[in-house]
């Protein structure tokens, strides 16, 4: 079994700075992309920024200003680096990542965590 786990969230100040991380644990063979998504009231899930096993960055034209995403392979962890941060930006920050599990013959699962909550205070 595999699992990812998020942390960092919290209450921030608009214009603030937070830092998420995201580990994933268990029987990892390998770990391909990773990526944040957010969900806000009233909203669909949305991509953040995404970054697969070599380093390549993915991230919205929309959020590259302001949002950060790296990754430590040795640790099998992502973070998520936000500034500047928006009352829009309150949201579930989820993540995903891409796992293939010992013993499962290659197959990649979907992996979610459960969602760490940001709010940005005005």
């Known amino acids: 079994q595999v699992q990812v786990m998020e942390s960092g969230g919290g209450l921030v100040q608009v214009g603030g700075s937070l830092i998420l991380s995201c580990e994933a644990s268990?029987?990892?063979?390998?770990?391909?992309?990773m990526a944040w998504y957010r969900q806000g009231p009233g909203k669909e899930r949305e991509l953040v920024a995404g970054?697969?096993?070599?380093?390549?960055?993915n991230v919205p034209d929309s959020k590259k200003d302001r949002f950060s995403i790296f990754r430590d392979n040795r640790r099998n962890t992502i973070f998520l680096q936000m500034t500047s941060l928006k009352p829009e930006d309150s949201a579930v920050y989820y993540c995903?990542?891409?796992?293939?599990?010992?013993?499962?013959?290659?197959?990649?699962?979907?992996?979610w965590g459960q969602g760490t909550q940001v709010t940005v205070s005005s």
């Open positions: 970054i697969a096993d070599y380093g390549i960055t």
């Open positions: 268990g029987r990892i063979h390998r770990i391909g992309n």
């Open positions: 995903n990542a891409k796992i293939v599990e010992i013993g499962r013959g290659g197959t990649q699962t979907d992996t």
